[in-house]
C-alpha cells in the first residue's frame, strides 16, 4: 500500500516567489494535515481538512499561505510571497479520521524549503 | 497553555547500551501520548502510544508508560542497535475532535558500533 506522498522532494527559490507543495494522502484516508517543522523543532500544525472541509486553520498564517483539497483527495499548500523565514519542511499527514480525530496519522517525507 | 518538553540531545550511546529519552507534557484534560521517530531521509514513523493514564506502549523493544502523576512518557529501550539511530519525537493529542498533534523539539540519537 502506498504511503503519503509528498512532492517535490526538495525546493529551492528567491524570496517574494511563490512556491507550491502538492501531497497525496493515502487511499480512503478522510482527514488531511500540513505541519511544518522548523529546523531543530518539532512539527507544527499548519491545517487539518476533514473531507474537502478545513476544520482547523487556525495556525495558518492566511496573509501569504493557502490551501485546498479539491475533492477532499490530493491537496495543495501555497506560499506567496515567501520570505525568508518560511524555510522549513513541510509535511503532509493523513488519517482515516473517526471524525474526532483519534486515528493515528500517517506522515509523507516531506519538502524541504529553502528561500534564498 | 499545551505542550510537549523532550530532553535535548544528542545523546550519543554504545550499541546494546540502554536507553532513556525524557519527555514531560502540559496538557488539559486527558491527552493521548505517543513516540514518532524519524529515521534518516525517511518520513515519521509511529513508534508507540498510549491513550490513557497507566497505560504501557511498546514496540521495537522499545516501551513507555503514560503517567499522569509525572505528567512523564519517558521512552526507554533495554539494549540499542546501530539501526536505531533516528530523531525521536515525543506528542499528545488532545482529547475531543481536534485530531492536533503537539510535538516536542525532537531528540536525536546516535548509537555507536
Known amino acids: 500500500e502506498a504511503g503519503v506522498v509528498q512532492s517535490p522532494r526538495y525546493k529551492i527559490i528567491e524570496k517574494k516567489q511563490p512556491v507550491a507543495f502538492w501531497c497525496n494522502p493515502i487511499?480512503?484516508?478522510?482527514?488531511l494535515y500540513w505541519y511544518r517543522q522548523n529546523l531543530g523543532q518539532g512539527p507544527e500544525l499548519l491545517i487539518r481538512y476533514e473531507n474537502e472541509e478545513a476544520v482547523d486553520d487556525s495556525q495558518l498564517p492566511k496573509d501569504r499561505f493557502s490551501a485546498e483539497r479539491l475533492k477532499g483527495v490530493d491537496s495543495t499548500l501555497k506560499i506567496q510571497p515567501a520570505e525568508l523565514g518560511d524555510s522549513a519542511v513541510y509535511l503532509c499527514?493523513?488519517?482515516?479520521?473517526?471524525?474526532?480525530?483519534?486515528?493515528?496519522?500517517?506522515f509523507g517525507q516531506g519538502t524541504r524549503l529553502t528561500v534564498v | 497553555g499545551n505542550s510537549v518538553t523532550q530532553m535535548e540531545g544528542p545523546v550519543t550511546l554504545s550499541e546494546e547500551a540502554f536507553l532513556t529519552i525524557n519527555c514531560t507534557y502540559t496538557?488539559?484534560?486527558?491527552?493521548?501520548l505517543f513516540w514518532y521517530v524519524q529515521y534518516p531521509g525517511e518520513g515519521l514513523q509511529l513508534l508507540l502510544k498510549?491513550?490513557?493514564?497507566?497505560d504501557k506502549g511498546s514496540n521495537k523493544g522499545f516501551e513507555a508508560t503514560y503517567r499522569k502523576e509525572t505528567t512523564s512518557f519517558h521512552l526507554e529501550k533495554g539494549s540499542v542497535q546501530v539501526s536505531d539511530s533516528a530523531v525521536y519525537f515525543c506528542a499528545l493529542r488532545l482529547g475531543g475532535n481536534t485530531g492536533k498533534l503537539i510535538f516536542g523539539q525532537g531528540t536525536t540519537l546516535q548509537v555507536k558500533p
Open positions: 487511499s480512503g484516508h478522510n482527514t
Open positions: 496538557a488539559t484534560g486527558y491527552p493521548s
Open positions: 499527514a493523513s488519517s482515516l479520521g473517526d471524525g474526532r480525530g483519534n486515528t493515528e496519522a500517517f
Open positions: 498510549a491513550t490513557k493514564a497507566d
